[in-house]
């Protein structure tokens, strides 16, 4: 399936798993100021567009062109860094997030910390609760993330049990502070193999785009994406998964972990692709920043 804006025009909107929290206001939601934190999974790698700032476009732009439908005062940021760590966004990402003064913000941290560090879920949880409560403090509408279910992934699949355990942390986290849950858990989409890159550790362009539905219905906007409807997988076996399974880790895996852990010295630090609020346009370059804003 390829998906283009021609694909989404002209549709209704679709009925999802919703958030409680924050019903929309008249007009279709009450936000004018989107400011997107995390990682590579929010930056938007897996979802290659040359026409945008990074050379990709990702769940994040895909939320914030539909939030900016019809209201011309909208503005997106996207702070992003691919590669970082829990403890690296919200010391590199908050301050600079709150100077933007959004009404709404997305925040997902803490993935590569227990990928590629093995990292203990409830110690990540006390520091992202910390930072929760400082993005929180400027009164924006806060949607975190649930990691998804990798148990059918080899290698990544290891890590189930800690995700399932963060993603506990998460809940209680949001419970506590008021904030929107998209809950990518139990987005069963994101179990088929199409929803992510060939590297398996990215979304696809079909993965981007089934989150993007998740923060949306989550935030009860409604909206013109269709239902997902991608061709069927061919056919295989075990010994054939197995080989291919052997391939990726060669290929993607460890040469993934080991930029991550070991990054050479002089190498320039990856920077944010969106770093102002400024408006979306249909091309979805940024345009001009708002009046006052970084």
Not at 66 to 72: K, N, P
Not at 204 to 225: F, K, T
Request: glycine share 10%; with cysteine; charged share 25%.
């Amino acid at each position: 399936m390829t998906i283009n804006d021609k694909d989404l025009s002209g549709r209704q909107a679709q009925g999802g798993v919703r958030s409680s929290g924050y019903p929309a206001a008249a007009g279709g939601h009450p936000w004018r100021r989107y400011v997107a934190l995390g990682d590579s999974f929010t930056e938007g790698v897996g979802d290659p567009d040359p026409r945008r700032p990074g050379g990709v476009r990702g769940w994040a732009d895909r939320v914030a062109e539909e939030l900016s439908a019809g209201h011309t005062d909208f503005a997106y940021a996207n702070l992003a860094v691919r590669g970082l760590l829990l403890e690296q966004i919200l010391a590199r990402q908050a301050g600079p997030a709150l100077v933007l003064q959004p009404d709404l913000i997305t925040l997902s941290a803490g993935g590569n910390d227990m990928v590629f560090h093995g990292s203990d879920p409830d110690k990540l949880a006390d520091r992202l609760d910390d930072g929760v409560a400082l993005l929180r403090s400027c009164g924006a509408t806060l949607v975190l993330f649930t990691g998804p279910d990798w148990g059918s992934t080899p290698v990544l699949g290891r890590n189930r049990s800690r995700v399932a355990v963060f993603n506990e942390n998460i809940r209680e986290i949001a419970s506590r502070h008021d904030a929107v849950i998209a809950d990518l858990w139990g987005l069963r989409e994101l179990r088929d193999r199409r929803m992510w890159d060939q590297d398996r550790l990215h979304l696809s362009p079909l993965g981007h785009y089934a989150v993007a539905m998740r923060v949306l219905d989550a935030l009860r906007v409604p909206h013109p994406l269709p239902p997902l409807q991608a061709g069927d997988l061919p056919r295989g076996d075990w010994r054939r998964a197995r080989a291919e399974d052997l391939v990726w880790a060669r290929q993607y895996l460890l040469p993934w972990a080991w930029r991550r852990v070991h990054r050479p010295a002089g190498v320039t630090e990856p920077t944010a692709k969106r770093p102002a609020a400024a408006p979306v346009n249909s091309s979805g370059e940024p345009a001009v920043a708002m009046e006052g804003q970084a």
